[in-house]
């Protein structure tokens, strides 16, 4: 099974960008879906966005056309470009792996936007 390892999170003023990488510890290209949950202060988890093996992507309303999800198969590597963030974007972020025989989270990452 894979590992999943989060980076990239901080604390940023609203209006701000953070990119948020996810290394997973082997091959990522069998992975029929890698994804970004997050889960803020008081709240249930809730998807942010996902991508498949066939880089189709989906995205929470909330965060249409300012967050973007991708995949480096090659460096086995799943980002989350996060731009014009919003104080409601607060929250731990977690990577999600979806393979044939297994789910995987990362740690999370926390995500702290300033107003």
């Known amino acids: 099974q894979v590992q999943l390892v989060e980076s990239g999170g901080g604390l940023v003023q609203a209006g701000g960008s953070l990119r948020l990488s996810c290394a997973a510890s082997?091959?990522?290209?069998?992975?029929?879906?890698m994804g970004w949950y997050r889960q803020g202060p008081g709240k249930e988890r809730e998807l942010v966005a996902t991508i498949s093996s066939g880089y189709s992507t989906n995205y929470a309303d909330s965060v249409k056309g300012r967050f973007a999800i991708s995949r480096d198969n090659a460096k086995n590597t799943l980002y989350l470009q996060m731009d014009s963030l919003k104080p409601e974007d607060t929250a731990v972020y977690y990577c999600?792996?979806?393979?044939?025989?297994?789910?995987?989270w990362g740690q999370g990452t926390q995500v702290t936007v300033s107003s």
């Open positions: 999600y792996a979806r393979a044939l025989t297994y789910n995987r």
């Open positions: 082997r091959s990522i290209s069998s992975i029929n879906l």
